[in-house]
């Protein structure tokens, strides 16, 4: 049996900033390019959380934001037929 390995602080400070650009790219993908920007939060999120980041609620958080961005992303598309905002104006 082999002991755990544990990381090293550069890769625990990585996935630190990877948990917090899932987190912004997340929060900002609510917003603007939801298409691009959903996807990436979950990815970095993933990634972080398996890189056993410290800062693992900001992951969640960026996690489910990108959740959010595509599902954002399908309401406009079934609402309004078009990946755009329409303000009824």
């Known amino acids: 049996m082999s ?15 990877l948990a917090v650009a899932s987190f912004v790219l997340g929060l900002v993908g609510l917003l603007v390019m939801n298409i691009l ?7 970095m999120a993933l990634v972080a959380l398996a ?3 410290s800062r693992r609620g900001r992951a969640c958080l960026g ?11 399908a309401f406009l ?3 309004n037929g078009v990946v755009a905002w329409d303000f009824g104006g």
């Not at 996690?63 to 992303?73: I, K, N, P, T």
Request: proline content about 8%; hydrophobic content about 50%; overall charge positive.
């Open 77 to 79: 598309v079934t609402g």
């Open 51 to 53: 890189r056993s980041t």
């Open 3 to 17: 002991a755990p390995v544990q990381a090293s602080p550069r890769t625990r400070r990585d996935a630190d900033g």
């Open 37 to 43: 920007l959903g996807p990436a939060a979950i990815v």
């Open 63 to 73: 996690l489910a934001l990108g959740v959010a961005d595509l599902l954002v992303l």
